[in-house]
């Protein structure tokens, strides 16, 4: 037997465990202290081995001549050349642009530092975008525009416990990351503020000293009304304003208007309820401090990137940025939400957080790569963008997916089947035959996170170890070796390498100097260190836990207020859609599905959460089979009735694919900034299923 120490398969907090591997093979999961978890894993921890031995896995590559026949099993030479030879082809005569990638959150640094290196050297397209932009890009937008970086928390997650007051906005960490709540229940424990903004009392909202229960669509009208009450009251810090902000008179002129009345009358939060919520916040600065945290509750919304503005507007007129266990913080989602986009899958980035379109870092980055600066391409359409043109006059003609369920995750669900169906060629690298790998022409099976070494960077930008505990079965390929073996048959091998570590060490060389700076942090020192926080701009550097304290990263080391106005969510309700929908995800169930779906003991039914009232208006009972339906399609889940909802709002989960696919109603309108869909309001109507 082997014991493996490493971190869970799921979500940015990475909790810590250890592996133990019998002598055939079977993988039993332990805990592992860590300053994230303490200790703890929830379900979807405890149960990550159960998919590493399970029958759905894919052990071979799979073909078809087309989309009618069934697949076939295929060697991997010939899988390989099938796809270098259609990828050349399309190429040639059609142009280098008509091929296209995607990534995703979930591949390791290496992975996801590769695959960008893969599109722009080998492939040398523009078209490489990844499935965070459905997940992180409006949080990353709003904070590079205030503070120069993006790190998902500026500080290390154990500072939360020790803070005053939290104000979570679009969160329900209970369910998508138990552990993260020992952190939130320590303020609590100590006398300070929880406050939860929420169209639902969820679980996390169960915990809160206070809930402000949000109408959808109108969280950036709330920020502007704490942010006007925390200046009318005589509650902002004017010194840290004038030393350390710019732009603040501009912001407050958009504040101004939202007097709490008004804010109260468009997002139904009770005027008591936000006068409470600064109060709250302002004694928290003023004594152990004050955090405002969004999710994507804020954040997947056509305006989510001034949401979030907005919200870091609040705090910088509080003064907490840069303050001990204070500021402004983003709970990042996917397993590596963090370094998967800092290291160039990004459309608009190159490794290190580097701009494409800046020419100092092109040539940097095409120094270390051993290329011309001129041969790389610019930048590229964003993920539900770049989808849209999929199989269109002058759009991409070849796909090829890695890390990412396209096919159940992006909104206006059936488009988006058409546009796949519309490909010459789709090709999806996968564990598992997932809803968008059914739909491909070749599928090529990977490894899992326990059979793969390689590092992650978790919520909190601290970069750790992922450690291979067990073997892949038989016929299974790292994705660094598929797009080496893919390089090499399309002319260029001689610049990629499928060992993790040398990847990684070329990953190192090209963000050095760049904002997210990996330079010091090696294999060695994060195993010895056990995690390191970037930057981190040499071996003798220390690592940065904690951003701000002496200024920040811009022109002129201040952080900038950005004036925001409020509008309506795109679509909003009328008389034939008299309903909002919001979406999310449960404790049983993480992102598409795709792998805790198929664990027996993480089994869950799609179902829509509907207040009573609503019901009742709606000839509606609990346990009743219900159709939801937007303009752009329809979903089924069952009824389950709950107080804990508006009574003008339903909630249905993401996690399944076909008819229970809530992602076919969702709407695509993209954040101007962004680019980031509008996932979390749409008006829809409620149709009773009848047997």
């Not at 600064?278 to 949401?307: I, M, N, P, W, Y």
């Amino acid at each position: 037997m082997g014991t493996t120490a490493t971190h869970c398969a799921y979500c940015a907090l990475q909790c810590a465990m250890t592996l133990t591997a019998d002598a055939v093979g079977r993988v039993t999961v332990g805990p592992r202290d860590f300053p994230t978890n303490r200790g703890g894993l929830c379900q979807k921890g405890w149960t990550a081995a159960e998919l590493l031995s399970s029958p759905h896995r894919l052990t071979t590559p799979l073909l078809r001549v087309d989309r009618s026949a069934s697949f076939r099993e295929a060697s991997w030479d010939e899988a390989l050349d099938v796809v270098a030879a259609r990828l050349t082809a399309t190429q040639r005569d059609h142009g280098r642009d008509t091929v296209a990638v995607l990534g995703g959150g979930g591949l390791t640094n290496e992975k996801a530092y590769q695959l960008g290196k893969f599109a722009r050297v080998a492939l040398r397209t523009k078209n490489i975008d990844y499935n965070g932009r459905y997940c992180m890009s409006s949080a990353a937008a709003a904070s590079n525009r205030a503070f120069g970086i993006d790190r998902g928390l500026p500080f290390p997650l154990p500072d939360l416990a020790e803070t005053g007051a939290v104000l979570l906005a679009g969160g329900n960490v209970a369910e998508t990351m138990p552990p993260f709540v020992r952190h939130l229940a320590a303020v609590v424990d100590r006398g300070g503020a929880l406050i939860v903004a929420d169209p639902r009392h969820t679980a996390t909202a169960e915990r809160a000293t206070l809930h402000l229960p949000v109408l959808p669509g109108t969280d950036l009208a709330l920020a502007l009304g704490l942010l006007h009450i925390a200046v009318a009251d005589g509650h902002a810090d004017r010194a840290y304003i004038h030393d350390r902000t710019t732009g603040f008179d501009a912001a407050w002129r958009a504040a101004a208007q939202w007097w709490p009345e008004r804010v109260e009358r468009v997002t139904g939060v009770s005027v008591q309820a936000q006068r409470a919520t600064v109060a709250q916040l302002a004694a928290g600065a003023r004594g152990r401090g004050a955090v405002v945290l969004t999710a994507r509750g804020a954040e997947q919304q056509s305006k989510g990137t001034d949401t979030v503005s907005a919200l870091i507007n609040l705090t910088l007129a509080l003064g907490l940025p840069g303050k001990p266990s204070s500021g402004f913080g983003c709970i990042t989602g996917q397993g590596n939400g963090q370094g998967g986009r800092e290291h160039g899958q990004k459309a608009d980035q190159l490794p290190g957080y580097r701009r494409i379109d800046d020419p100092a870092a092109r040539a940097h980055v095409a120094a270390v790569w051993g290329v011309d600066p001129d041969d790389l391409p610019g930048p590229g359409p964003s993920a539900y963008e770049l989808i849209e043109r999929l199989g269109t006059d002058g759009g991409p003609r070849a796909l090829l997916v890695h890390g990412t369920n396209l096919a159940v995750s992006s909104p206006r669900g059936r488009f988006v089947a058409d546009r796949l169906a519309a490909l010459d060629l789709l090709v999806v690298s996968d564990v598992v035959l997932s809803e968008t790998a059914a739909l491909a022409d070749v599928v090529l099976p990977v490894t899992q996170w326990a059979e793969e070494d390689g590092t992650m960077t978790n919520l909190e930008g601290r970069v750790i170890r992922r450690r291979r505990a067990v073997a892949p079965p038989p016929g299974v390929r790292t994705e660094l070796s598929v797009l080496a073996a893919l390089a090499e048959r399309l002319g260029r091998g001689d610049r990629f390498s499928d060992d993790p570590e040398t990847v990684y060490d070329e990953l190192r060389r090209a963000s050095a100097g760049g904002v997210a700076d990996y330079a010091g942090i090696g294999w060695d020192r994060i195993d010895a260190e056990g995690g390191v926080f970037w930057p981190c701009p040499s071996v003798a550097h220390p690592g940065t836990p904690r951003l701000f304290a002496d200024g920040f990263p811009t022109p002129d080391g201040r952080a900038r207020f950005v004036a925001v106005e409020h509008r309506p969510p795109a679509e909003d309700v009328d008389a034939e859609h008299p309903v909002y929908l919001t979406t999310g995800r449960i404790l049983q169930q993480y992102q598409s599905g795709a792998q805790t779906r198929r664990i027996a003991a993480l089994a869950a039914e799609p179902h829509v959460e509907i207040h009573p009232d609503l019901a009742l208006r709606s000839g509606l009972a609990d346990g009743d089979l219900v159709r939801v339906v937007s303009r752009r399609g329809d979903a089924v889940g069952r009824v389950r009735l709950t107080t804990t909802i508006r009574p003008d709002t339903v909630f249905m989960p993401f996690h399944w694919g076909g008819e229970q696919a809530v992602n076919r109603v969702t709407n695509p309108a993209l954040d101007p900034v962004s680019r980031m869909p509008e996932f979390k309001v749409c008006a829809v109507r409620l149709e009773r299923v009848v047997a």
